[in-house]
């Protein structure tokens, strides 16, 4: 049994934990830039709270909105561009993981040349410096929190590819599921099956190790046991605690095993049109799983025993009840994807998603990928 499992965040947990701040960001420095969405953290009062309990310590702000829900490249050298020219030394990524994702990103570039693109891609070598990352998430979906990755779409291209550099892994992060209480209905249903998808992938990872696959199991167990509970009373503290922890595992599990085919298939779809990433997933997941039960059997009857099943022959039965109590039973189609995009998808995953696509149980042709898609449809 050999493995490597590093994961660093100190990670701060709990309803109210927001009101510590300001005194744990006055270690890193005294002028922040704000990541954050065009609206949601402002409606809620959210970022003028932030704000105010950053000043109290004498850490003066910059708010950089111009983040959209699925991060551009454009979009992170505007922030980064922003974080120089005021001289900020820490960058919080404060809202969804669009915010918390190109918080990484941003940190990064404001301490590097030339255009990020060129770091995912491998064509600069990083300098090892960056500011340091707050992660303060504000949906229970990525578990951005706990990893160094970056998802970023490339305007000109509609590649949807990921900055990996470890020095991105947040210094912070505040997890406070008070913060996640304000979300509407339909973002919290879609960002649970992305928490879901996390730790289910980061199962089945070929990287998968004991210490990822026990925080994957833990956190599949602590949604197929509180997502129902949530959606039956959406002021069930404990369901909160438990799914929000469940999120922040699939980063940790991530973090070290990877993501899978399911991501790999879907990044494409959002790349191009725009997909809200959980019900992307959604629309993908069975055609992708249904062809990957016979690589790893005994792992698709451990997941769904937990999800309420017996054996890895009622695995996809339990995906859907999920999906449809979710009310994210749908296809590509639904979700504005055309018919002679099919191809170019199938093509762009074999060349964008390389390393989602090797990390999962069974590899894939183009040709294959291009039925999983006509069957997603």
Request: glycine letters at 8%; a negative charge; proline letters at 4%.
């Amino acid at each position: 049994m050999n493995f490597t499992f590093t994961n660093p965040v100190n990670l701060v947990f709990g309803c109210g934990k927001i009101n510590v701040v300001g005194e744990e960001c006055k270690k890193f420095g005294s002028k922040a830039l704000i990541i954050t969405g065009a609206s949601s953290t402002k409606k809620s009062g959210l970022l003028a709270k932030v704000q105010d309990l950053l000043a109290k310590e004498g850490i003066s702000s910059v708010v950089a909105d111009n983040i959209p829900q699925n991060p551009t490249t454009d979009a992170v050298m505007q922030a980064a561009q922003t974080a120089r020219d005021n001289g900020c030394d820490m960058v919080i990524g404060l809202g969804g993981g669009s915010s918390l994702d190109a918080s990484k990103a941003i940190a990064f570039m404001a301490k590097h040349e030339g255009h990020v693109s060129e770091y995912i891609l491998g064509q600069r070598t990083p300098n090892g410096s960056c500011l340091p990352v707050i992660a303060i998430p504000t949906t229970c979906g990525t578990g951005s929190e706990a990893d160094c990755f970056a998802v970023l779409n490339n305007d000109e291209t509609n590649d949807k590819r990921t900055l990996r550099q470890f020095i991105t892994l947040p210094k912070l992060s505040i997890v406070d599921p008070e913060l996640m209480m304000t979300m509407p209905a339909g973002v919290l249903r879609s960002v649970m099956f992305d928490a879901l998808v996390h730790n289910i992938e980061g199962y089945l990872s070929r990287h998968a190790n004991p210490i990822s696959e026990m925080f994957s199991l833990k956190g599949v167990q602590l949604l197929a046991e509180n997502m129902p509970k949530l959606l039956a009373d959406s002021n069930d503290k404990a369901a909160w605690d438990a799914v929000c922890l469940a999120s922040t595992f699939g980063g940790f599990s991530l973090q070290n095993a990877g993501n899978g085919a399911v991501h790999g298939v879907e990044h494409p779809a959002s790349g191009l049109r725009n997909v809200i990433h959980g019900k992307g997933l959604s629309a993908v997941i069975i055609p992708v799983l249904e062809t990957t039960i016979s690589a790893c059997p005994e792992r698709f009857a451990e997941l769904s025993k937990i999800m309420g099943g017996t054996s890895e022959h009622d695995f996809l039965e339990q995906v859907n009840k999920i999906r449809k109590y979710l009310d994210l039973d749908v296809s590509l189609k639904d979700l504005g994807v055309l018919e002679e995009d099919l191809p170019w998808l199938a093509h762009n995953a074999t060349q964008v998603s390389k390393a989602l696509l090797s990390n999962h149980p069974r590899s894939y042709t183009e040709e294959e990928l291009l039925e999983i898609y006509k069957k997603a449809f």
